[in-house]
């Protein structure tokens, strides 16, 4: 079974440039999850979608960032325009979801903003 | 913003020797889990326990919960030097509608 899949896996951008990443999660898993992680910090969650819906989005910066998850399966997390601040990885991550939250995590996109 | 707080923070050992780290967290939880994250990869689960679970055992790690206290324990008996990753444990609750929440994280170095 193939696990979450994340590209690109590496990414340099210059600030103000916009930015998108892309998870494919586990087949049949309804929850998907998009973490920042700061370098030696635990990751910090932007997003979680249950199906096609985002159920907990209060720690995304909207004015710049934003996401989707059509028809439920793959998403796209975009930065417009970014920051030097963004420099991190975005981790991509699903769950069977229904209560189940064991998560499957992807490799992460390192995102470095110059 | 982060629930667990990790301890300590760092950990050097020797191949053989047993790692404890701990876990605190702030509020009420259904689950908590511990991940592995090698260096610049993604997390991988390592285990699960209850909030009506006090220990739990795989393979050659050991988890306690003590819900009284708001902490965990993570043990990893006989080290290996793949052993070395950063440890994090993670929380969801019924007031966080199952959002999973991460601590800092421990980093292991298990010594050959």
């Known amino acids: 079974e193939a696990g979450v899949v994340q590209s690109p896996r590496y990414k340099i951008i210059e600030k103000k440039q916009p930015v998108a990443f892309w998870c494919n999660p586990i087949?049949?898993?309804?929850?998907l999850y998009w973490y920042r992680q700061n370098l030696g910090q635990g990751p910090e969650l932007l997003i979680r979608?249950?199906?096609?819906?985002?159920?907990?989005d209060s720690q995304l910066p909207k004015d710049r960032f934003s996401a989707e998850r059509l028809k439920g399966v793959d998403s796209t997390l975009k930065i417009q325009p970014a920051e030097l601040g963004d420099s991190a990885v975005y981790l991509c991550?699903?769950?069977?979801?229904?209560?189940?939250?064991?998560?499957?995590f992807g490799q992460g996109t390192r995102l470095t903003v110059v | 913003s982060q629930q667990g707080e990790e301890d300590p923070q760092a950990l050097s050992i020797q191949e053989g020797e047993n790692a404890t780290m701990n876990c605190s967290y702030k509020?009420?939880?259904?689950?908590l889990q511990w991940y592995r994250q090698n260096s610049g990869r993604g997390l991988v689960h390592l285990i699960l326990?209850?909030?009506?679970?006090r220990e739990k055992h795989s393979g050659r790690l050991r988890v306690t919960l003590d819900t009284s206290k708001k902490s965990s324990s993570l043990l990893i008996t006989a080290s290996r030097a793949a052993d070395t990753a950063s440890y994090f444990c993670?929380?969801?609750?019924?007031?966080?509608?199952?959002?999973?929440?991460f601590g800092e994280g421990t980093q292991l170095t298990v010594n050959p």
């Open positions: 991550a699903s769950s069977l979801g229904q209560g189940s939250t064991e998560a499957f």
């Open positions: 087949s049949g898993h309804n929850t």
């Open positions: 979608y249950e199906n096609e819906e985002a159920v907990d």
């Open positions: 509020t009420s939880i259904n689950n």
């Open positions: 326990i209850r909030s009506n679970e």
């Open positions: 993670a929380t969801d609750g019924w007031s966080s509608g199952s959002r999973l929440t």
